[in-house]
């Protein structure tokens, strides 16, 4: 479990179980700090491996809709999540943390053919940190659309599509408030609001 006190005071009891150590203290902290984050109920959130070679030190998630909150308008949404540290601050970062991040869903075929849909999946991302009170510089990031046609053995599988966000950003403040926007982020991509609702998201459904 995770240790430390961030910059203003100690951080609540830990929530979220963070099995790695590390033995630098502000990112020990930060690791705590992150344990407070509140969990999606729609979600399953746990800890990866982290990438290696990115930084110093990372820590890593992963989260999934769970069976028992799909339906009839919601779809399997997958997704990481990956807090960066290095000692020193990167310039390309602004900063010496850095979250990346990624989040996928199955889309009607129909939104996905729909090149607004970037724009309002980007949108979804700016309002998840905004709504937690996230803040945050230096944002980056990649939008893909995916549809995809079954031919052959496959040719029953008709149509789909998927959208996939590759995104990064420099994270200030509560380490926490970032991963509760990212989660927030994930639900909205697999129909889910925000929480609390504030936006009416995109109907989504197996096909």
Not at 89 to 114: C, M, Y
Not at 164 to 179: A, Q, V
Request: hydrophobic letters at 40%; glycine letters at 8%.
């Amino acid at each position: 479990m995770a240790t430390g006190t961030l910059p203003g005071g100690e951080y609540p009891k830990n929530v979220i179980e963070i099995g790695i150590e590390s033995d630098s203290e502000i990112f020990a902290a930060a690791m705590g700090n992150l344990s407070t984050a509140e969990t999606r109920p729609e979600l399953t959130l746990s800890e990866i491996a982290a990438p290696a070679k990115l930084a110093a030190h990372a820590v890593a998630f992963a989260a999934d809709v769970s069976d028992e909150h799909l339906s009839e308008h919601s779809d399997a949404g997958t997704g990481r999540f990956v807090l960066l540290h290095d000692e020193n601050p990167h310039e390309q970062w602004g900063s010496n943390f850095r979250v990346v991040a990624f989040a996928k869903s199955p889309l009607e075929t129909l939104i996905g053919a729909d090149e607004m849909i970037s724009d309002v999946a980007w949108a979804w991302l700016v309002e998840a940190l905004n709504n937690r009170g996230a803040k945050y510089s230096h944002e980056a990031g990649t939008i893909t659309r995916i549809i995809s046609t079954g031919y052959g053995a496959l040719s029953n599988q008709g149509e789909h599509a998927e959208l996939e966000m590759r995104i990064s950003w420099t994270p200030e403040g509560d380490f926490s408030k970032h991963l509760e926007a990212w989660q927030d982020l994930l639900c909205m991509m697999s129909g889910y609001p925000l929480l609390p609702a504030k936006v009416t998201p995109l109907r989504m459904r197996h096909q």
